[in-house]
């Protein structure tokens, strides 16, 4: 059973950065694309990054130039470098992974930005 382990969640002031990290269970051999996604208070889950296994970056328009997505194969980890965050930015964080077909996700991590 491959389990998603996020971390680096907290609270911080609108300006700051925090760095989100996503880190599985097991080795993982010719991982799939990841990603993470954040779902707001009372709105649906969204897209944020995703990352390929050729490391070819998607971003949601909101996030662009703000936040960074980048992987580590070796380490199994998936981490999402938050700057210039925002209150909007509020949010639960998931990770996923896509490993042998099926897609994984995390039990999330929540970011809270106050103004």
């Known amino acids: 059973q491959v389990r998603l382990v996020e971390s680096g969640g907290g609270l911080v002031q609108a300006g700051g950065s925090l760095r989100l990290s996503c880190e599985a269970s097991v080795s993982i051999f010719r991982p799939g694309a990841m990603g993470w996604y954040r779902q707001p208070p009372g709105k649906r889950r969204e897209l944020v990054a995703t990352?390929?296994?050729?490391?070819?970056?998607n971003y949601a328009d909101s996030v662009k130039g703000r936040f960074t997505i980048s992987r580590d194969n070796a380490k199994n980890t998936v981490s999402l470098q938050m700057n210039s965050l925002r209150p909007e930015d509020t949010a639960v964080y998931y990770c996923?992974?896509?490993?042998?077909?099926?897609?994984?996700w995390g039990q999330g991590t929540q970011v809270t930005v106050s103004s």
């Open positions: 996923t992974m896509t490993i042998l077909g099926l897609d994984h």
């Open positions: 990352i390929t296994s050729g490391s070819s970056t």
